[in-house]
């Protein structure tokens, strides 16, 4: 029976230009990965290839110089160590994440938290094209989120509480955005400076500054051959009932419109943006 590549490839298995030969993309959901997976990863990558594993730019691992006679035998190895495979080719792939607010001071939310969240409901599903997540805790966006088809962004909406206020400007002198000032007595914020990163509301000493967290969703953004930042239309999401409407309307929109081979970007260039963004607007208010 001859080799049927593209479902390798649909499982992770890319094609090195040695004959036969795989580099073997295993599936690391937000960066995390067990010692004991990791241990089995390292037995198979010494047993089956050449004893080391690639760390792709995706937070994912790959086990390059996999012999094709070999693939059956290390998934079964893989498999009883917990490990499963990764996708390539015109799907949801891997949703990557930072750690967040599980363990970063920075952290408005729990990244990996959404991230599993979203791997649950959409890994592997079979698009026009790939499609990627990534998820940041905060502003800092060490995942650089608007790189993504779709990005989701930790953000706090903060408020002023002027009767715990002692006047003492500490927020004032954390703000690296210069948002917050203090006139006549009084907080102002303004908003167009605000970066949403809520650093105000954990350090102030009294607790006059409250920080309400949310998600900050960017759309089509992409990183490769072609460069192009991703688009925030929505206010800050404060539920993720609400964000997961988005998140699968965002997929359906890209499912039922876009040309085999069209990245959702290009899709929405040659569309147009109005009736997507009416749609997830309508998605983000419930309709």
């Not at 693939?71 to 792939?93: K, N, T, Y």
């Amino acid at each position: 029976m001859p080799t049927d590549y593209s479902k390798l490839k649909a499982n992770g298995f890319m094609l090195q230009k040695q004959k036969d030969t795989f580099s073997m993309r295993l599936r690391v959901l937000g960066g995390n990965i067990s010692v004991e997976q990791l241990d089995t990863i390292s037995k198979v990558a010494k047993k089956y290839a050449q004893g080391y594993v690639h760390l792709t730019s995706r937070q994912g691992v790959e086990i390059p110089f996999v012999k094709l006679e070999d693939i059956d035998a290390i998934v079964e190895e893989l498999h009883q160590g917990g490990v499963e495979l990764g996708a390539s080719g015109p799907r949801v792939r891997t949703v990557t994440a930072c750690q967040g607010g599980r363990c970063c001071p920075s952290g408005c939310i729990d990244a990996y938290e959404i991230a599993e969240e979203l791997d649950k409901r959409y890994f592997g599903k079979t698009l026009p094209h790939k499609f990627k997540f990534g998820v940041t805790g905060c502003p800092n966006n060490c995942l650089k989120a608007e790189e993504n088809d779709l990005g989701v962004k930790g953000g706090m909406e903060v408020a002023w509480n002027e009767e715990n206020c002692v006047r003492c400007g500490a927020c004032v002198r954390i703000c690296r955005r210069k948002a917050i000032s203090l006139v006549d007595g009084k907080i102002v914020f303004d908003k167009d400076k605000c970066h949403r990163c809520g650093k105000c509301a954990r350090l102030c000493p009294k607790k006059a500054i409250s920080g309400k967290p949310g998600f900050v969703v960017s759309f089509a953004g992409t990183f490769g051959n072609d460069v192009v930042r991703g688009k925030n239309i929505l206010p800050m999401i404060e539920s993720k009932d609400a964000l997961f409407r988005v998140t699968d309307v965002t997929l359906e929109y890209f499912e039922k419109n876009a040309q085999k081979g069209e990245r959702f970007v290009k899709t929405l260039e040659r569309l147009g943006w109005e009736d997507f963004t009416n749609k997830v607007r309508d998605a983000y208010e419930g309709k």
